[in-house]
């Protein structure tokens, strides 16, 4: 795991020292991400430079270091991530005369480019990669991305420069960058607390999709990503062409398939542990660790002492059945809210999943221990494990056979009374309720109703349960929303059904936008590299090939999944209600973090920095402070925004 960058000056005006000045600035900027050794690379004649800062995992001697130029000396690379399979593909290159004087994957990397050319070469890989290949005899730049967007990587042109990077920050440091933020990638966040792929929050700078290679030959019109792998044509070729395997010849194969994705995520020169939160999927992962290993596995867990959000004693439970080495740290609300000032550093563009913040915890307790972790990621999307898709297929279940305008109406029945109202209503009538009904901010619940009841498909219902601000063009000033992946339609997979249609959407946004990403950044702010078991490709196709019903089984997901995991662990410590990685914002809002919220939403500055229309967040933040409506999620991205802006405008 390291951090690349580099850029082009096609001008081909900038000398070789001024070229390597401005690649070790930028490198500078990742030194989180690769502490053990930097290195940069250079070519004159054209205005390429290369630069990369390594955290040594495979291979620690300086025969590792990169960039790194193929033996032929056709190829240079900088490279993040790791190529679980260069073992095997080693072998198979020596076969063909090849010759190493390492045993890094990187110098394995650059073998496979020289024997099978570049496509050809990633389809062998298996791994988590983002990568720059210079091409010194066509003269072209590559930039690829591994399938799922496990690692990440950012590109963009400043007038006849071409940049890139692991991070935005290392764009930054380089002197021609100058943009403005992108308000319509404002919108965007606004919606999702992420920045969707392609945009970033800059304008010109873009996220290389997941699967894709970028070519470009410093000459003709900026290149689009191609992909090489898709996660679109691996689930429609899953749902036409199945598996017509028994159930215990699938649950088989599954087991057989994990334990080599395992162990080939468990070769390292360095400490190695797991994250641990006794739930399904990483409890599989420690389980299949544990299994093929002499020693007990290190475990790692986060502790809350609010019971609402605390896990760990369930992850001490199946450590302890497990026989894992386990630790855990109870953190108190001071340690996490500590963590809220650094967000805009880790985070160098708007993020807001609130469980960043645990995430960032877990893996600066991890990283005391251990320099490799294993992460559950990846089995939600896979195996159905949200319940927002219960949630979803069951209500269009009940009110989609209605006419849009009798649904209409019922909506607009429910606002015709604020949710104060209908909250002070529930509770004088709660003795009297059914208990399901008992609840607090009923009236809240029902104005969320009212919000997506009126949709016109299931689909459109699904985008507004997992997006926030519905019409956050009119918070934006001068923003517009763009297209989107998930906006647009006919790029979707043609899926069957309802349930595949969701899973597949989250595999392509949700995943690699929002859940890689938080995994990525917490875990290198702190020089951690992270693995992901689940997102090996030949999992993924596996998983897409599976009929649903091994899926989803009496309404509850993961079916297969819980019943490898039952071979390794008992049921009762396993089968609980799903909780979230979370945080209680809301309280904090209330509490803590209120005078720190308003600074950030004061209307004089909103309107001074001239991002925000201030009246719907002034609405927001009254309803919220006085406890009629719980809007933190919805205040939080405003928040994560003036925060970063604050980071960012200071530096």
């Known amino acids: 795991m390291c951090g690349i960058n580099g850029f082009w000056e096609t001008t081909g005006q900038a000398s070789s020292d001024r070229l390597r000045t401005i690649v070790q600035q930028m490198s500078k900027t990742l030194l989180h991400r690769g ?32 960039p790194m130029v193929s033996a032929d000396g056709r190829y240079a690379l900088v490279f993040n991530g790791e190529i679980y399979n260069f073992l095997e593909l080693r072998l198979e290159l020596e076969s063909l005369g090849h010759c190493f004087r390492g045993h890094s994957d990187t110098e394995v990397m650059l073998a496979s480019f020289s024997q099978w050319e570049l496509v050809q070469a990633i389809e062998r890989f298996n791994g988590m990669f983002a990568f720059a290949l210079w091409d010194r005899r066509e003269r072209v730049l590559h930039l690829g991305r591994d399938r799922l967007g496990e690692k990440p990587l950012y590109y963009g042109w400043m007038g006849k420069t071409f940049l890139f990077g692991s991070e935005l920050k290392a764009f930054k440091a380089h002197p021609r960058f100058q943009t403005q933020i992108d308000r319509n990638a404002l919108t965007l966040f606004l919606q999702h607390s992420y920045v969707p792929a392609p945009y970033s929050i800059y304008q010109g700078i873009y996220k290389l999709p997941p699967g894709t290679v970028l070519t470009w030959n410093g000459k003709d019109n900026r290149p689009v990503p191609v992909p090489y792998w898709s996660a679109k044509a691996v689930a429609e070729l899953g749902v036409t062409k199945p598996l017509t395997l028994s159930e215990p010849e699938a649950l088989a194969q599954l087991d057989t398939l994990l334990r080599n994705s395992v162990k080939l995520r468990m070769v390292a020169d360095v400490p190695l542990g797991a994250f641990l939160s006794g739930g399904i999927d990483s409890s599989t992962v420690v389980a299949l660790m544990q299994a093929q290993s002499s020693l007990p596995v290190k475990t790692f867990t986060i502790g809350f002492y609010e019971d609402a959000y605390n896990e760990a004693q369930h992850a001490k439970a199946v450590a302890q ?17 500590a963590v809220i000032p650094q967000l805009p550093i880790f985070y160098d563009e708007p993020f807001a999943d ?10 600066q307790l991890t990283k005391t221990h251990v320099t490799v972790s294993l992460s559950g990621d ?3 999307e896979l195996f159905a494990g949200y319940s927002r898709y219960f949630w979803t297929r069951h209500l269009w279940q009940k009110i989609g056979w209605m006419p849009s305008s009798w649904r209409s109406f019922a909506a607009r029945a429910i606002t015709s009374m604020s949710s104060q109202t209908w909250n002070r209503g529930f509770a004088r009538l709660s003795p009297l309720l059914p208990i399901q009904l008992q609840q607090t901010n009923l009236g809240d619940k029902l104005h969320k109703l009212a919000e997506i009841v009126a949709v016109p498909d299931a689909e459109t219902m699904y985008a507004r349960l997992i997006s926030l601000w519905q019409a956050p063009e009119a918070l934006v000033v001068e923003g517009s929303e763009p297209l989107t992946i998930l906006s647009d339609r006919q790029n979707w997979a043609k899926l069957p059904s309802l349930m595949q249609r969701m899973m597949y959407l989250d595999t392509i946004t949700y995943l690699p936008d929002d859940i890689l990403v938080k995994v990525d950044r917490a875990s290198m702010g702190v020089s951690l590299e992270a693995r992901v078991p689940l997102l090996d490709h030949r999992v993924v196709e596996f998983a897409w090939r599976l009929p649903l019903a091994m899926k989803i089984r009496n309404s509850q997901g993961k079916f297969l999944l819980r019943q490898l995991l039952y071979q390794y662990v008992p049921k009762d410590l396993i089968n609980r209600p799903k909780m979230g990685f979370g945080v209680p914002v809301d309280c904090w809002l209330r509490g803590s973090l209120r005078d720190w919220a308003e600074a950030l939403l004061d209307r004089n500055r909103l309107q001074q920095e001239g991002f925000f229309q201030p009246q719907a967040i002034e609405r927001k933040w009254k309803e919220h402070l006085s406890g009629d409506r719980n809007w933190q999620y919805y205040l939080w991205n405003v928040l994560v925004f003036q925060a970063w802006l604050e980071t960012t405008n200071a530096n």
């Open 35 to 66: 502490p053990d050794d930097s290195g940069n690379w250079v070519d004159e004649s054209v205005g390429i430079a290369l630069g990369h800062q390594r955290l040594a995992i495979v291979d620690l001697s300086p025969e590792g270091n990169q």
């Open 321 to 337: 059945y497990l026989g894992t080495e386990h630790t855990e740290l109870y953190v108190t609300p001071a340690e996490a809210l």
């Open 354 to 363: 609130v469980s960043q913040i645990p995430t960032f915890l877990l893996a």
């Open 378 to 380: 990846g089995g939600d």
